[in-house]
Structures are given as C-alpha cells and as structure tokens.
C-alpha cells in the first residue's frame, strides 16, 4: 500500500533553471512531510521539511509547497546547479497517534542538471 | 562531530543464513530506526528504537529484529536469509522519535 507516491521517476533540467518535483499522498493523517536528496553510495541527506499547518516553507534555494486538500506537495529548486543531480525522496511522517518517526517514502525522482 | 555510521558497508550472504548489521547515531540523538531500500524504490520502514525498546514497528515479519544498547548504538538482526532481504539497509538517528532524521550511508546486503 504505497501512501506516498512520486510519479515522474526522472526529471532533465538545465543549469540555471527551476526543477519541480511533485509528491502525492493518500493518507489524510500525515501530518509533517520531508524532502531527501541521495547520491549513490551515500544514504539521504535532509533538505527541507514542512508541517501541515502551513503550505510554503523556503531555505535558500529550495522551496517546499504543500497543497493539503489535494494532497500534494512539490519541491522548487531554483536556480539548479549541477550539484544538484540526484535522487530525490519525499517523505511523510505522522500518519497515526504515536507513530512519529515512522517516515513513509515515495520511490524517488532522478534529478539531472544538464550544463 | 561524526554522522551516523554504519558497519559493514557491503555484506554477502547466503540463503537461510543469519546477520547482524550495526549503527552508531549521530552525536546527541537517541532514537535509531532502520529502513530496507530495495533497488529502485524508497526506504521503507521496518522498525524504531528508543530507549533500548522497539516503539514501532513497519510491515516487516519477526525474522527481523533489532537491539538498542545503553550508548544508544543498535543492531538490526535478520534470521533465515531469503533472496528478497538483498537490499540496501539505512539506519537514521533522531532526537526522541522526531521526524528529521538523519541517515548513515548504508549496509549493501547480497543474499546468494
């Protein structure tokens, strides 16, 4: 039962433009979501997060929208740097009482920053 | 100030064998829980420790196991190794059971 779905498996951007990635959910409950960014042989390193009281959050370059009633949410990566290929994950947290920390993940977006 | 380390990096089993992958958090956090990522797909939940005791637990059978010790360290136990544990295993540290976690690099396990 995927709960947290990411449906663009990969993405092409060029150097300097916006990346957007999207993230859907199914689960009503969830209540903070996450954004991950992994390079090969690394494990995910935390980017950016966003409770569900609020629907912008920004740190520098990225910027974390969430549209609860459609139940969704992007992340916006501007100006892209070539750093910034990579695999993306969006993640949710708090689905029930006493279930934080239980993260629930999509399957991830390849991101690459063309020159 | 050291991450979350993780040993062995990579790891080749056999089927119907056991193994023992291990964790050490980051600095100052408490709570380690342990995630499977199969190959093209996310990390997914298998359970939790805090406290030297599993508070949650995901969709994973009791083949798998764990073990939190005093200096918040923990170990992820797998009995009866099948073909489909192959897989990159990411532990996480966090401050009590909040959700900004943060990864170790994983353990590469190959089961032949």
């Known amino acids: 039962d995927q709960q947290v779905k990411q449906n663009s498996p990969s993405l092409s951007v060029q150097e300097g433009r916006i990346s957007i990635l999207n993230c859907d959910y199914t689960?009503?409950?969830?209540?903070?979501f996450l954004w991950y960014k992994k390079y090969p042989a690394e494990g995910p390193t935390f980017l950016i997060s966003?409770?569900?009281?609020?629907d912008k959050n920004e740190d520098g370059r990225f910027t974390v929208f969430l549209n609860k009633s459609a139940k969704h949410l992007s992340l916006h990566i501007v100006p892209s740097q070539p750093g910034d290929s990579a695999v993306y994950f969006c993640a949710a947290d708090g689905a029930a009482t006493d279930s934080w920390g239980k993260l629930q993940f999509g399957a991830g977006t390849q991101v690459v920053v063309t020159p | 100030d050291a991450g979350v380390t993780q040993s062995p990096t990579h790891l080749i089993k056999t089927r119907g064998q056991q193994v023992t992958l291990r964790c050490s958090p980051k600095?100052?956090?408490?709570?380690v829980s342990w995630y499977q990522q199969a190959l093209g797909q996310g990390p997914q939940f298998i359970f939790q420790?805090?406290?030297?005791?599993?508070?949650q637990r995901g969709n994973f059978p009791d083949r798998f196991s764990g073990h939190q010790f005093p200096n918040y360290s923990s170990e992820l136990n797998v009995n009866a190794l099948l073909l489909g544990d192959s897989a990159l295993y990411l532990c996480?540290?966090?401050?009590?059971?909040?959700?900004?976690?943060?990864f170790g690099p994983g353990t590469r396990l190959t089961v032949t």
């Open positions: 600095s100052g956090h408490d709570t």
């Open positions: 966003i409770s569900s009281i609020k």
């Open positions: 996480a540290s966090s401050f009590r059971t909040g959700s900004e976690q943060y």
């Open positions: 420790y805090y406290e030297e005791e599993e508070r």
């Open positions: 689960n009503s409950m969830f209540d903070y």
